[in-house]
Every structure is written in C-alpha cells, then in structure tokens.
C-alpha cells in the first residue's frame, strides 16, 4: 500500500509543488531594500512651536518637523512629518540698557524611515531681539535715568519657521 502511494501521480505532483513553494520562500527576500541617501542631501524643516530666547537654556533639544519627504533613488527615506532635533547652542534673554536678546539653535539630526538617526550639517537657526539701546541711553540721559533700565526685546523664532540643513554622510537606508 505504502509502495502505491509512493508511485502515485498525486503524491509526485505534491511533491513537485512543495519543492517549488520550499525554493520561492527560502530565497524570497523580506521586501526591504537598501538605497543611498548621499551627503548634501537637502531636508526641508520646520519649527513645531515658537522659540523664544527668554524660555530656553543651552544645550536644552528643540523639536523640527520635516516639511515634505525626502527621496533617494526614488524611495522615500525620510518621511514629512518626520521628528528632527536640534540644540540650543546660545541663548540670552533681553538685558537692560536696551540690549536685545539672541538665540541659535544647531540643527543637530532625523530620524529615517529604518529609525536611523541621519546626521545634519548647516541651516543653524539664528535670530536676534529688537536693539533699544539707542532709546534706552538718549531717553537716560535727557528724560529720566530710569530709562537706562528698559530692555530690549527677546528673540523669537515662529511656528513654521523653515530652515533647511544637509545630510552630513552618505549612508544606507533601508525603504
């Protein structure tokens, strides 16, 4: 009986269709594919809130979004609304003597669509408060002294404030 079955034109089309199936999922691939995401690549990046030089400290991370994707080879590797960081490098708030306040924010990295960190380079964000020293001291000198205390004004940076930094390295996404 065994012998039958074994001799059967069933049992070797099954055969033959499990062999096939066995070969197309052993040498199937998982459907990832690498492509290169070159160094200079531009990244279209926007400011989620409004900065403001009075309500930050140094070395504290602000949130970008990435405004739209960003292909290589085709491929999307870096998807718009993506969350991109940066570090305030300096900050200082208004001062008396009219002195402005400033801020500068370096735009440090983003994640792609594999969850690697792309590194960036450039499009550091700076923006300096209203000067009023000019007032400050001529309104000192011939209205009030007190006058020599009005300060300036802080820096602010809006919400969607666009600032495009590069790719620092060529390096492999997979997509």
Known sequence: MITKIQNSVLMKQFAILLA???LTVSFKSNGKSEVVLTAGTNIALETI???QSDLVSVGQTIEFRVKYDVKAEGKVV???????KGQVMRA???KGFGKEGFL???????????GQEVFLSGG???????????VAIILGLFVCVLFLAMKGKNAQVPPGYQVTPSVATTMSIKV
């Open 78 to 84: 870096v998807a718009a609304g993506s969350t991109a």
């Open 49 to 51: 809130s409004m900065i």
């Open 92 to 94: 200082q708030k208004a």
């Open 20 to 22: 096939a199936w066995f």
């Open 124 to 134: 550091n964000v700076y923006q300096e408060g209203e000067d009023k020293q000019t």
């Open 104 to 114: 500068e924010v370096q735009l440090k990295s983003v994640t792609a669509v594999d």
